[in-house]
């Protein structure tokens, strides 16, 4: 009588073995960040003396005091979108390399001309080096994150060039770009005004007074700030490239009436009050009160240009992961 199946001996199963379970892409993603830290954490080490000398002559220089807030703004703005992120870590290498190469260049070329008896000033020195920085830190992103990631933190990781002090050879002509602009501006607003005013060069002629447009009067911090807002509030409330550019770019023509409006201010209050009104904390200190000021039509160019397109940004979801 045939046997039950169950009676006859069991054949061994030639069967492939089960696959290794895939690791989660969140735990890569993890994974590389902790490495990314850990390269951070070298370049820190290797670059840990011109650093604290940035920090230390940014603390004490009134232009560059913003410097310190750069990492922190850069930080925020990658924590409030952490949950947008769509890990894709494909690794860019001839990013990488490139962020490399350039890093090792500019500290090649800064040894090569230091031991050639340069003597660079103190702010281009940093310059260099804080440069030189950025880009071993954006080559070990690309190398660990890859670049699909990084388009991801582009905005984040692009404001961190606002670290780098401008360097001494631009501050001249930037200054004298905003003297001679600012003091046109002013005799504008004297004419609008019906002072009578005679413009010689940088030198505006009042009655019974006459000022000179000085370098400290160009308002190069405040433009600065102001550029630097400019890029922020784009990001956060602007979609698309051109309605960006345009906010940027209108951040000139706002410094230059900022500017020449601070002199008319101070031209009146010196013909009609008394040339005393030189040496008065609205002008010494009347800085951020006349920035506060420019402000408001940035504030106003910026809802026009958000109304052009008021349709919110659709959040970024991440993919189910297996």
């Known amino acids: 009588m045939p046997g039950t199946p169950d009676q006859y001996p069991k054949e061994k199963s030639h069967s492939m073995p089960d696959p290794e379970p895939a690791v989660p892409a969140r735990l890569v993603f993890r994974r590389q960040l902790i490495l990314l830290a850990v390269v951070a954490g070298l370049l820190l080490l290797c670059f840990g003396r011109p650093l604290l000398q940035l920090i230390t002559f940014s603390l004490h220089d009134e232009l560059f005091s913003y410097i310190p807030l750069i990492p922190f703004i850069s930080a925020y703005f990658i924590w409030i979108n952490r949950q947008r992120f769509v890990p894709d870590l494909l690794p860019c290498w001839f990013g990488a ?91 504008g607003f004297f004419g609008l005004y019906g002072t009578p005013v005679l413009r010689d060069g940088l030198d505006l002629h009042l009655p019974g007074f006459a000022l000179t447009v000085a370098p400290e009067c160009s308002g190069i911090h405040s433009t600065l700030v ?36 601070r002199i008319f201010v101070v031209g009146e209050l010196c013909v009609h009050i008394g040339p005393d009104m030189i040496n008065s904390p609205i002008h010494r200190k009347g800085g951020p009160i006349f920035f506060a000021l420019s402000l408001i039509p940035f504030l106003l160019f910026l809802v026009f240009l958000r109304r052009l397109n008021p349709a919110a940004r659709p959040p970024l979801k991440p993919e189910p992961q297996p």
Do not use: E, H
Request: hydrophobic letters at 60%; glycine letters at 8%; one cysteine or more.
């Open 97 to 187: 390399i490139f962020f490399g190469l350039a890093g090792s260049a500019l500290v090649t070329g800064y040894w090569i001309a230091a031991r050639s008896g340069w003597l660079p000033a103190k702010q281009d020195y940093l310059s260099l080096m804080t440069l030189s920085f950025l880009c071993f830190f954006w080559g070990g992103c690309l190398a660990l994150l890859g670049s699909k990631m990084l388009r991801q933190v582009l905005f984040p990781a692009a404001f961190l060039i606002f670290a780098v002090p401008l360097p001494t050879v631009w501050m001249a002509p930037i200054d004298t770009f905003f003297q001679y602009t600012s003091a046109t501006a002013a005799q």
């Open 226 to 261: 102001l550029f630097m807002t400019s890029f922020m509030a784009g990001y956060l409330f602007l979609d698309r490239s051109w309605q960006r550019a345009l906010l940027v770019l209108a951040v000139v023509p706002l410094a230059i009436l900022r500017n020449g409006f």
